[in-house]
């Protein structure tokens, strides 16, 4: 294990590695030790003895002796099948999957290689059924956690299923296993409320169910990230997959921890804390940065393929599937067409960005969960809730929850039931609102917590000994029957940790969805006053009159740029900062009844609001 953090941590110098003689030591050091227990390779008990040859296995394939690997695994195989142990045999075939496309030279060369490549894929998809069997012997609870680290540690082995079909020329059988490293647990638990068996949930066969009933009107791009490479699959009318490796301007594919470390630092520079940011720069005479259309620009190029791209403006949907941190970027903020016209120091560009086109965008954990959670009724709102804090003790004021209330409140009218404010607004009370049908605002401050996702909370006020933290984990053991969460809170920590290999344990939205909520909007990161409520006031209006919710905050968001834009004032508010920042995911069915009697047309306010 040492010796493989080594070889991890040894990025190479141009063609030099720097701690290759550490690795070679560090390896010598295991043989020695391995030495001493050589009288285990004659062990009677065939366990004991499987394990010992599976360890000389490894230390053969990481020393480049791949003859000695298969031979000790062979006897490694033969010792595991008399003992019985399923899960030292899909090891094994992890480990000789990886010998085969070793053997050749290096992984890349061996991808070239047909005959490495049909050899390589035998063993994994015996690895990945074995996996499947085993998953039935994990422990099941509620939340999924431990089923999510059973993927997660194999979540090597569908990265090379994924590669190596896209090798073979077989984008589907590539999109199958891509939607078998994801929201696992999700999956499960959203079939066994469905009062399904995890059996029936089989992603392979949702994906035929889906692919086969696929909409004429949409477009999902779903990504995939591996250990070296970034992947996106686009699935288009008919139910037609395609495979795309991301690419740079060069046409030099992407390394993954290259356009994570890129996505990370958008999100930094561009997005956190970005109103504080602004009136640094103003104050101290530097006027407003127009770099950030830059980045956004060069992520569209090369996060949408251009064959997907020119497909854009001929669909109503687009139907994204995030990897890894993509989980945290907004995609309605790519820049499709940057600015190119002189501005002045304090006059923002006006660039074109993807939520301009036609499509309206809805997330969904996988491909799946979508078909799953649009299994549900497709039953109208027909009745709303409201909690709002706007000042909780020991926290910033919320001034924008009164003007959030007060938007749904002229847009649902009668129809808006119960609205907790302030200390009104516990967590028993909120909780039990998530048990009607309907749609539920909550307003409030909020905490993310990226390397602890199940702590991840809302803060509410404090009642006695409870002190407001609803939590992630809290969520997921409750009943929600919300049709619409729409979740406006603060938070801090964006993409600060990467997510979980295997793609479960999401935090707030993902607990929400997991436990009953259709459909659920929340906000990327701090809502900032002037504008949120803005965008939310025309996001109810919308929904309100029928509006599909994504088609709803498309609708608000292309509105709010559009009077921007044609604006002669500064309008800092062009930035994807005070716009982009909330996202829809779940069933992108869900609506309301349009009722004209009870609904009136509220007018936006002023756009510009307050100056940051």
């Not at 285990?40 to 480049?64: N, P, Q, T």
């Not at 809730?385 to 929850?401: C, D």
């Not at 390397?451 to 609803?470: F, H, N, T, V, W």
Request: charged share 20%; net charge negative; with cysteine.
């Amino acid at each position: 294990v040492l010796a493989d953090m080594v070889a991890t941590l040894d990025v190479p110098d141009g063609d030099q590695r720097q701690l290759a003689s550490a690795e070679e030591a560090v390896r010598a050091i295991s043989a020695r030790h391995l030495g001493q227990a050589s009288p285990l390779l004659d062990s009677g008990d065939a366990y004991v003895k499987g394990v010992a040859h599976a360890i000389e296995a490894h230390l053969a394939f990481r020393g480049g002796d791949f003859a000695e690997c298969r031979e000790h695994a062979t006897e490694a195989h033969d010792s595991y099948v008399a003992a019985g142990s399923m899960t030292g045999i899909e090891s094994l075939h992890r480990l000789l999957g990886l010998a085969e496309l070793r053997s050749g030279g290096n992984a890349s060369s061996a991808m070239s290689d047909h005959a490495a490549r049909v050899a390589a894929l035998r063993h994994f998809r015996i690895s990945h059924l074995l996996s499947e069997f085993l998953r039935d012997q994990v422990p099941a609870d509620r939340i999924g956690r431990t089923l999510a680290g059973f993927f997660a540690r194999r979540s090597y082995v569908y990265e090379q299923l994924v590669e190596l079909s896209i090798a073979e020329s077989n984008p589907l059988m590539a999109l199958r296993y891509a939607e078998l490293a994801k929201a696992r647990a999700l999956q499960d638990l959203l079939a066994v409320r469905g009062t399904m068996s995890p059996h029936t949930s089989d992603p392979s066969a949702t994906l035929d169910q889906v692919l086969a009933a696929w909409p004429e009107n949409l477009l999902a791009l779903e990504y995939f990230l591996t250990t070296q490479r970034a992947w996106v699959f686009g699935i288009s009318a008919g139910g037609t997959v395609e495979a795309f490796a991301l690419v740079d301007r060069s046409q030099h594919p992407i390394e993954a921890r290259e356009l994570v470390g890129r996505i990370r630092m958008t999100l930094r520079s561009d997005m956190d804390q970005y109103p504080l940011k602004l009136r640094t720069r103003v104050l101290q005479g530097q006027g407003f940065d127009h770099d950030w259309q830059d980045g956004l620009h060069d992520l569209y190029l090369e996060l949408i393929p251009a064959p997907l791209a020119r497909q854009l403006g001929d669909v109503d949907k687009l139907l994204i599937i995030p990897h890894h941190i993509l989980h945290y970027f907004p995609f309605a903020a790519l820049v499709t067409q940057r600015d190119t016209a002189e501005r002045k120091p304090l006059e923002m560009v006006k660039p074109r960005f993807l939520i301009d086109a036609p499509a309206d965008i809805c997330y969904a954990p996988s491909l799946s969960t979508w078909q799953m959670l649009r299994r549900q009724p497709n039953r109208p709102i027909e009745q709303g809730f409201a909690v709002g804090i706007s000042q909780l003790p020991g926290a910033a004021q919320l001034p924008g929850t009164k003007a959030e209330i007060a938007a749904l409140q002229e847009t649902f009218g009668s129809r808006l039931k119960v609205v907790l404010r302030d200390g009104q607004a516990d967590k028993t009370s909120t909780l039990q609102l998530m048990r009607q049908p309907g749609l539920l605002l909550i307003g409030t401050h909020g905490q993310n917590y990226p390397e602890s996702p199940l702590a991840s909370e809302i803060k509410l006020y404090p009642r006695g000994r409870d002190s407001g933290r609803l939590t992630a984990g809290e969520l997921y053991f409750w009943n929600v029957q919300s049709d619409l969460i729409v979740l406006s809170a603060c938070y801090s920590g964006l993409a600060e940790k990467s997510p979980l290999p295997g793609d479960d344990l999401f935090g707030l939205q993902r607990a929400l969805l997991q436990a009953g909520a259709r459909t659920v909007i929340t906000g990327q990161w701090d809502v900032y006053d002037a504008t949120g409520p803005q965008l939310l006031r025309d996001f109810f209006d919308r929904l309100s009159r029928g509006d599909p919710a994504p088609a709803a905050l498309a609708e608000a968001q292309r509105r709010f740029l559009h009077q921007l834009r044609s604006s002669t004032d500064a309008e800092p508010w062009l930035h994807p900062y005070f716009w982009s920042v909330y996202t829809v995911a779940g069933d992108d069915r869900t609506t309301c009844h349009s009722d004209s009697e009870l609904l009136r047309s509220p007018v936006l306010p002023n756009l510009r609001g307050d100056s940051p």
